[in-house]
């Protein structure tokens, strides 16, 4: 069985840049459908107690309900771990990684904002570390996401940027805009950096 990650913080902690009722149907509604919805998927199948990651590794050979519910959980998992109120600035071995593969902090944070504005449609902006160790920015449609066996480019994800209108449209509306702005503004570089190092 899966089970939801608790968030760490409260609804309101990251105001003003996303406000309680986004956050908690966000978490409390959204997210918790879809581990929901994922357990169902996998009830009686070879699919039951498998890993996440594994599921996710395999995503093509997988019925649609648990890859697009799979890539869910974990994209979401991802997303609310890597927000705060705090950290703004990565690690020293993070900022190196990210001015080698972007060629400076503020290319990088140029292609982030470019890809994130230009994707048309639903879907998850990644930072991730390809498996040669280069870091990359990547868009992706509906659930998918960088571990996955269909994905263009593959690698780990560092930090996860929900596209989808449910993560701000009951602040923001329709101005995606304004919502990357603020999530950039509460990006838990910590957290990034850990996960940097972990892999």
């Known amino acids: 069985m899966f089970e939801p990650t608790p968030l760490r913080y409260t609804p309101h902690f990251l105001l003003p840049y996303l406000d309680e009722e986004t956050v908690s149907l966000h978490h409390g509604a959204y997210y918790a459908s879809c581990i929901e919805q994922l357990n169902r998927s996998v009830e009686g199948t070879f699919m039951k107690g498998m890993p996440l990651e594994e599921l996710l590794q395999q995503a093509s050979r997988l019925p649609d309900s648990v890859r697009c519910n799979a890539g869910a959980v974990y994209n979401h998992n991802l ?6 109120s705090g950290t703004k600035t990565p690690s020293p071995q993070l900022s190196k990684a990210i001015n080698s593969s972007f060629g400076s902090w503020e290319l990088f944070k140029r292609k982030f904002f470019s890809m994130a504005l230009s994707f048309f449609g639903s879907g998850w902006l990644f930072l991730m570390k390809e498996y040669t160790g280069k870091l990359d920015v990547c868009v992706m449609p509906g659930e998918d996401n960088p571990l996955m066996d269909v994905a263009e480019k593959r690698g780990i994800p560092l930090l996860a940027m929900d596209l989808w209108e449910h993560a701000y449209y009951p602040l ?12 950039w503004q509460l990006i838990h570089w910590h957290e990034v950096s850990k996960r940097y190092e972990m892999y």
């Open 79 to 84: 997303y609310f771990e890597m927000l705060t």
């Open 172 to 183: 923001y509306r329709h101005n995606r805009a304004a919502y990357v702005d603020a999530f």
